[in-house]
Nanobody
Framework: QVQLVESGGGLVQAGGSLSLSCAASGRTFNTMAWFRQGPGKEREFVSGIRSLGMVYYADFVKGRFTISRDNAKNTVFLQMNSLKPEDTAVYYC?????????????????WGQGTQVTVSS
């Protein structure tokens, strides 16, 4: 059974940093990603990473967020720096990529429970 468990969310002031982790169990995934869903908004792509290390970012986090993975631990990380109030959202880890566009949530079958990130101004 596939299970994704996120951790690391919390409350931080604008300009601060947080680090999220997503530990996967059940199998190894070539492609993993982070999405987020803010209040009253649709779920949106944040960042993705493939097993060989290729990384992808949404324009609104480029230069501020860094995705990485530890293949031995089947864990993906999201280092978030220079956080802004508009980054406030529930952040979800996604896996079991079925193909197509990486930015589309519908192309991932497995999801974590989400972790809340709140950035105060």
């Amino acid at each position: 059974q596939v299970q994704l468990v996120e951790s690391g969310g919390g409350l931080v002031q604008a300009g601060g940093s947080l680090s999220l982790s997503c530990a996967a169990s059940g199998r190894t995934f070539n492609t993993m990603a982070w999405f987020r869903q803010g209040p009253g908004k649709e779920r949106e792509f944040v960042s993705g990473i493939r097993s060989l290390g290729m990384v992808y970012y949404a324009d609104f986090v480029k230069g501020r967020f860094t995705i990485s993975r530890d293949n031995a631990k089947n864990t993906v990380f999201l280092q978030m720096n220079s956080l802004k109030p508009e980054d406030t959202a529930v952040y979800y880890c996604a896996a079991e990529f079925t193909g197509g566009r990486l930015e589309e949530a519908a192309n991932f079958r497995s999801w974590g429970q989400g972790t809340q990130v709140t950035v105060s101004s």
